[in-house]
């Protein structure tokens, strides 16, 4: 069973930076791609950015683009979301996901099996 725990989400202020960790277990990790998304209250879930299995490939959302950066480490089974200019409107709950085939799905919230619990991230004006 595959399982994705995200950590790192908290309280900061506008300007600042944050990162994010999920850690994998279950599958051979470097085999399958991983994506970041975002949920904040009252609206769906949002895509932010996607990396491929060997980390070679990312894609992002054009609200984030800039400003964070996917990476991954899969000697250690864990993907991050680098987060900086933190804005006001980046408030939400954060998670990490992936699909259950290898290939890229980029964007498509569709094409994503496993979720993680999500992490909190509030940014203060």
């Known amino acids: 069973q595959v399982q994705l725990v995200e950590s790192g989400g908290g309280l900061v202020q506008a300007g600042g930076s944050l990162r994010l960790s999920c850690a994998a277990n279950?599958?051979?990790?470097?085999?399958?791609?991983m994506g970041w998304f975002r949920q904040a209250p009252g609206k769906g879930r949002e895509f932010l950015a996607a990396?491929?299995?060997?980390?070679?490939?990312?894609t992002y959302a054009d609200s984030v683009n800039g400003r964070f950066t996917a990476s991954r480490d899969n000697a250690k089974n864990t993907v991050y979301l680098q987060m900086n200019s933190l804005k006001p409107e980046d408030t939400a709950v954060y998670y990490c996901?992936?699909?259950?085939?290898?290939?890229?799905?980029?964007?498509?919230?569709?094409?994503?099996?496993?979720w993680g619990q999500g992490t909190q991230v509030t940014v203060s004006s």
């Open positions: 996901a992936s699909p259950s085939q290898r290939t890229w799905v980029g964007g498509n919230l569709g094409a994503y099996t496993y």
């Open positions: 279950g599958r051979t990790f470097s085999n399958y791609p």
């Open positions: 990396i491929s299995g060997g980390g070679g490939v990312t």
